[in-house]
């Protein structure tokens, strides 16, 4: 649906990508509003039967139309990289489209199913085998700790945080996180616990300071290797705490407990079983594991799971969430 329409002046721009994107949007558009300001100076508006953000796109270049073609959701994303379009309120945006996820809007053009078919192939060579996770972690992990410490909080965890009452701040909130999971997990002082994907070794130092555990940390990125062993070292805590470069099919100890947090994202879904199957061989007979995942909607998981989302293709390759 489309109301108050400034509509373009006929010409080859309107008549081709710009004409079918006028057209599409106007025959699926169901959430909020969209302004589309074109760079030759015309506007379309767009708002939609049922409640959502308004949201504003400058668009500046008219090959972010091909992008878009091309390759859907990635492709649009791939022109804002570019400079190609901007908008003074980016969430809404993001929001406006995450709202059209499963709707007509989400899902690229025909002519976009080879680049999609490209995508997909890209995504499978990222696979999670050993040597393509140290690829695919190095590639985001070891951007540099320097880059992580300007917007993570001062204890250097990457993951959701729990906020609980009186937790006002993220750090605190990711320390009432870490010891919610040492209560799950029911570990007595001198047990052994097997982290996998240990960060930037905040949790295994809780884990020890607080609870008197021996925690074996193990992560593949260099930086945070580097990271959590000199973290530890200036906390006093290397008798209990080991800090490990090792993949975590490479272990074949047996521990008391295993924790992971949000480190399952990176396993991909082709090694699902594999991560599973490490768990039951080195957990003790009466051992738990703790799990924090990030998960999606199951009614969005099989559309996700059939093509590559732009975190997938740029920020974590070979992720997969369940």
């Excluded at 109301?3 to 079918?20: E, F, L, V």
């Excluded at 972010?64 to 390759?71: F, M």
């Excluded at 009452?165 to 010891?179: I, P, T, V, Y």
Aim: glycine residues 10%; hydrophobic residues 40%.
């Amino acid at each position: 649906m489309q109301q108050g329409a400034t509509r373009p002046r006929p010409g080859r721009a309107s008549a081709g990508p710009r004409g079918w994107l006028v057209r599409f949007i106007d025959r699926h558009f169901r959430f909020g509003s969209l302004d589309l300001h074109w760079p030759d100076g015309q506007t379309t508006r767009h708002v939609g039967t049922e409640p959502g953000p308004a949201a504003e796109i400058h668009i500046h270049r008219w090959r972010v139309l091909r992008r878009l073609l091309l390759g859907g959701s990635v492709g649009l994303a791939e022109g804002y990289m570019a400079a190609e379009w901007d908008s003074p309120d980016l969430a809404s945006v993001i929001e406006l489209g995450a709202l059209h996820r499963r709707h007509a809007l989400a899902r690229p053009h025909v002519s976009a199913m080879v680049q999609r078919l490209v995508n997909r192939l890209r995504h499978r060579a990222r696979s999670n085998s050993k040597p393509g996770s140290r690829r695919n972690i190095a590639y985001h992990y070891d951007l540099g700790n320097a880059f992580y410490a300007e917007w993570l909080d001062p204890t250097m965890t990457y993951s959701a945080a729990i906020f609980a009452d009186g937790a006002n701040s993220l750090e605190s909130a990711q320390l009432h996180k870490c010891r919610r999971l040492l209560d799950l997990l029911g570990a007595k002082p001198g047990d052994r616990v097997l982290e996998i994907g240990c960060g930037w070794g905040h949790f295994a130092s809780i884990a020890a300071r607080e609870r008197g555990l021996h925690v074996t940390a193990i992560t593949l990125s260099h930086e945070q290797y580097a990271y959590a062993v000199a973290r530890i070292a200036a906390e006093g805590l290397e008798d209990k705490v080991d800090v490990r470069l090792v993949d975590y099919r490479d272990i074949d100890e047996t521990f008391d407990h295993v924790v992971s947090v949000e480190m399952f994202e990176a396993v991909g879904e082709e090694y699902w079983p594999t991560f599973f199957a490490k768990l039951r061989e080195v957990l003790r007979p009466g051992g738990r594991a703790a799990l924090q995942i990030i998960t999606i909607e199951d009614r969005l998981f099989d559309y996700y799971r059939r093509g590559v989302d732009f975190i997938q293709r740029y920020v974590f390759p070979g992720g997969m969430l369940p």
